[in-house]
């Protein structure tokens, strides 16, 4: 290890600028302390855009793949997490691209079985099984909400919504204009609420529980 | 204040954007309609269960993969930029022989079609034409579909006069230059102005004895 790297307790304590600072001068551990920072959030960004638990993270590992070969290219006028969600962007619009050109269906992959998931939660959270059952019920609904939703729509609306990205971030994110952002965020909210009413009204005729008020 | 008006301002109140003023015009909508009241609830009601809702977590050997991924993109990387230092001088040499020879061949093409261009007019009988006109067969008069193209030379008129072999020989040229096969040797231009030539020639000149 050369003498300008950081050491661990450094790299815990260092901005996400800094680390790809790091990466650049060679240090590929400041890089694993990136990955351990930004792996689950952008795994979730890309999960809510292509609905696949195995196809989000292969495009997941391949944003970071890129961002680590193209380390040297970063510039620090943007933040690094807006660099790397737009990696990420880019290669799911080129997914969703090839997608359409040859759509082969891919088959719903599903990590754990959904029981046996519950089990282990409710190990780990000392929660009812009842009240596992109703969250994860509450998780595949909105899910399928966000699904329904126009990709384009739904691409600022996940960033704004799920992972607190400010306007200008997601503008720059995804290169669109600032008012374009601010429009489309507002037709996904009226889609999202639309297909919320529709499924808890539906809900309602079935059963008498509604949407959590 | 619209309810499309009011859903842009409940937009913006959402992400604490919205000013005092908009917030009270907001108010003074909300309090008369009551869609876009329910859709405020509604909204916030759903965007707050989205916000709660847990993160998944990748796979637990995600870092492993993407560790294997980098190696292997790294090695990729590493091939390609050796093949490209290494294979510049011989493409470079492959690229500026084949410019080379392109430039070679584009030249004696143009050398040949240059000599081609200047035994048309000689073989082509210009002088019947300039008889029947009646120039003087030194001094041939030309058709004006024929000046400025080699044909006002005066020793292209003296080969052909008193002949109709010339006219002849030249739509039978014609013909024969025509694309039976998928060849062709003229460009249709050249072989129409050829034709046109040959027939206007054979149409002035004067019958065989």
Known sequence: MTESWMQN???????????????????????????????????????????????????????????????????????FSTWLYTIAINLVRNHARRKKRNP???????????????????????????????KREQSRTISEIMGKIPEHYREPFVLREVHDLSYAEI??????????????????????????????????????????? | MTCK????????????????????????????????????????????????????????????????????????????????????????AVSAAAALLLSLGGASVWYAS??????VPGDSPAAPAGRLAGGDAEQPVIGPQLEGRGFDRPESGFRAVGENKGAMSARQHARTIQPSDETVALPLVKQRAAEEAADSLAETAPEQP
């Open chain 2, 5 to 92: 008006r009011a859903h842009l301002a409940i937009s913006r109140f959402l992400d604490g954007e919205l000013d005092p003023t908009g917030q009270s015009r907001l108010n003074r909508h909300l309090e008369r309609c009551p869609e876009c009241s329910a859709y405020l609830d509604d909204l916030r009601q759903g965007l707050s269960a989205l916000k709660a809702l847990p993160m998944e977590e990748p796979s637990a050997n995600f870092e492993w993969n993407l560790r294997r991924k980098i190696q292997a993109a790294e090695a990729e990387h590493r091939v390609l930029e050796k093949q490209r230092t290494v294979s510049f001088w011989p493409r470079f």
């Open chain 1, 104 to 134: 082969v269906q891919r088959l719903p992959l599903v990590g754990k079985d959904d029981s046996e998931k519950m089990e282990l939660e409710a190990t780990d959270t000392g929660e009812l099984p009842d009240r596992i059952l109703e």
């Open chain 2, 114 to 119: 240059l000599e081609r261009g200047t035994t």
């Open chain 1, 171 to 213: 503008a720059a994110a995804t290169g669109l204009k600032l008012g374009t952002v601010r429009s489309r965020i507002n037709r996904a909210r009226s889609h999202f609420r639309s297909h919320w009413v529709t499924r808890f009204a539906n809900e309602d005729q079935t059963s008498d529980g509604g949407p959590l008020r």
């Open chain 1, 9 to 79: 307790a450094q790299r815990q304590a260092a901005s996400d600028e800094e680390l790809i600072l790091a990466v650049q001068q060679g240090d590929r551990r400041a890089y694993d302390e990136l990955v351990g920072r930004f792996k689950v959030r952008l795994y979730n960004f890309v999960l809510r855009m292509v609905s696949d638990p195995d196809l989000a993270e292969e495009l997941t590992q391949d944003a970071f793949v890129r961002a680590y070969l193209n380390a040297d290219k970063y510039r620090t006028i943007a933040r």
